[in-house]
């Protein structure tokens, strides 16, 4: 009996004059705005009921600070500081805190590798969650600018400009908040570097500029919710100069373009580790 080898038979599946079956194509890669609108929901419908005492309690604290320096202030430029900063202390309670420590917690207990398994791209997750933690701020900041324009009979008339100082505001500082969790080694010191993120928005952004030393001026002029609160007081002024407005949500939406993407190469390096 002769032994032919399988290669050869016509019929057999190893023949090689056979065109060879083609591999099974990928499916598509996930497209950036799909992918984000899907992280934005999950996120939101998963923190809504978790961050809103939370939010209750970055409301009413930003109203507390406003009632404290009802009497210390003088009315005028003064009196806009304090208001446009206590509004924009909220997004930075949410946006900036909540959010460091988010993702400090996520890259501690493996979280991060729930979504490396995804079909997600990276940009899709950091500003999913980023813009999830910022639709939050929305209502405790209307109502904080509302009590403090009624508290230091500031006018309401420009309230429409949050519409810009919010997201761009919210952007700036989630993205700071994202990469702090993120680069941060221990979830503790993610929660800390928050805390001290939310600290100096609250003493440079709250405080009138006019009392601080050119040394804190300076180091206020490196906090990215800076610019929102500058354009956000400049609106209470009988005539708004709208061109500086425009430059300092301009400066804001760019410290917002650049932290969001230092937040989504510190995602792509927390996330290989």
């Known amino acids: ?69 009802r009497g210390v202030v003088d009315d005028g430029a003064e009196a806009q500081a304090v208001v446009a900063g206590s509004s924009v ?83 700036a500082l989630a993205g700071l908040g994202a990469a702090l969790g993120l680069l941060a080694p221990r979830p503790e010191l993610a929660t800390l570097l928050g805390q001290l993120g939310m600290s100096a928005a609250l003493l440079l952004g709250v405080l009138p500029a006019e009392r601080m030393p050119e040394a804190v001026r300076f180091t206020r002029d490196l906090l990215p919710s800076t610019y929102g609160v500058e354009a956000f007081a400049r609106t209470f002024g009988p005539h708004p100069d709208w061109a500086f407005v425009l430059g300092d949500l301009a400066v804001c939406g760019f410290v917002g373009v650049v932290s969001l993407v230092v937040a989504t190469w510190a995602y792509r390096r927390a996330a290989v580790r």
């Open 89 to 171: 202390l909220v997004v930075a309670f949410v946006a900036l805190n909540l959010l460091a420590q988010y993702f400090g917690q996520l890259r501690a207990s493996g979280g991060l590798d729930h979504y490396a398994t995804l079909p997600v791209p990276p940009a899709a997750v950091v500003l999913g969650a980023a813009g999830a933690y910022a639709s939050f701020t929305v209502p405790g900041t209307v109502v904080t600018a509302v009590f403090g324009c009624v508290l230091f009979g500031l006018p309401l008339a420009h309230l429409w400009v949050l519409v810009a100082v919010i997201p761009l505001a919210g952007a």
């Open 1 to 69: 009996m002769s032994v032919v080898p399988a290669d050869v038979l016509p019929g057999s599946a190893l023949a090689v004059d056979e065109p060879a079956v083609g591999a099974a194509e990928l499916g598509p890669r996930a497209r950036l705005w799909p992918s984000l609108a899907a992280v934005y929901r999950a996120q939101l419908s998963r923190a809504r009921v978790a961050r809103i005492p939370l939010l209750f309690v970055a409301t009413f604290q930003s109203v507390g600070i406003m009632v404290l320096m």
